[in-house]
């Protein structure tokens, strides 16, 4: 079995992805966490990394300790952070310590962050060099046990750049019709784990969700996910509305057999592993959601 046969056949079709910051709670609270949402089935668990967040390596060093039988996900390990030889250090480390039980998902993050370290912002450009010095330091030092790297990848050249120097994509807050576009340019053998926003409610309230995701998007210059939106077909007034297409598409709204439905089209338009965000206000909440969605939608 090839590594990306295996790492579908552990992902299986539906994982968690929780928030790292502001929300994420005490390590204790998120270990609970994490042992709970495994126990309902979730084949995998993913946070990131940005302002404000725990180091990656370091915090997934301490959930794969503490949390056996659960593949976890760095959803994504920020390339300002670190150089890539070490990431890809870290990751080896990890795999090594817990063979099976760990992907690396690298992003290149935005603009404000490239800003920070006195660069511009070229994320394919970044993301390229990243690879090769990760890649370098793999030929000189090979990791023990392999593990799969995937890319946070929205746009069709950092998709393209999953597909040939890497193991896959992990594309963030993209809206349903994206995964059929992501899986056209990936083709059928690399992974594509998509993150999706779910809300056990009504369409106003996801209205609410993505209102505030908007505003969110535009006050941190996040303009990558609204580029995305664009790219697919959305104009600046559906952005604005936001419409009912926008909403429906990009918030999996409804009760809990209505969301399970509507990840069927997730998963049918190329999805290998769909990773579950609820629109929720607290670290808490958020875990309560996908308990009482887990029944319903994992399989």
Known sequence: MTLLEDTRA????IGAWLPSAPLAPPPDVERAATRRLAGLGYRSVWSGEGPGTREVFAHFGD??????????????ANVWLRPG?????????????????????????HAFQAAAHGEQYRPVD?????LSEMDADAAENPSPVPFPRVLAAVGPQML??????ADGAHPFAQPVSHTAYAREILGPGK?????????????EDARQSVRRRVAQSREHRVRAYLAG?????????????????LVDDLVLW???????????????????????????PTFESTVDALAELAPAAVR
């Open 10 to 13: 552990r992902l299986g079709a």
């Open 63 to 76: 959930l794969l300790a503490s949390v056996p039988d659960v593949v976890l996900g760095a959803g994504i």
């Open 85 to 109: 030889r070490t990431a890809r250090r870290g990751g080896a480390t990890l795999a090594h310590a817990h063979p099976g039980r760990f992907v690396l998902g690298v992003g290149v993050g």
């Open 126 to 130: 970044r993301m390229r060099a990243y």
């Open 160 to 165: 393209a750049l999953s597909r040939d120097h």
């Open 191 to 203: 992974l594509l784990i998509p993150q999706q926003t779910f809300l056990l409610g009504t369409r």
């Open 229 to 245: 939106w664009k790219r697919l077909g959305y104009t600046e007034a559906d952005i604005d509305g936001p419409s009912d297409r």
């Open 254 to 280: 409804g009760d809990a057999k209505t969301i399970a439905k509507r990840l069927d089209e997730v998963l049918d338009a190329g999805a290998d592993h769909v990773l579950l965000t609820p629109s929720a």
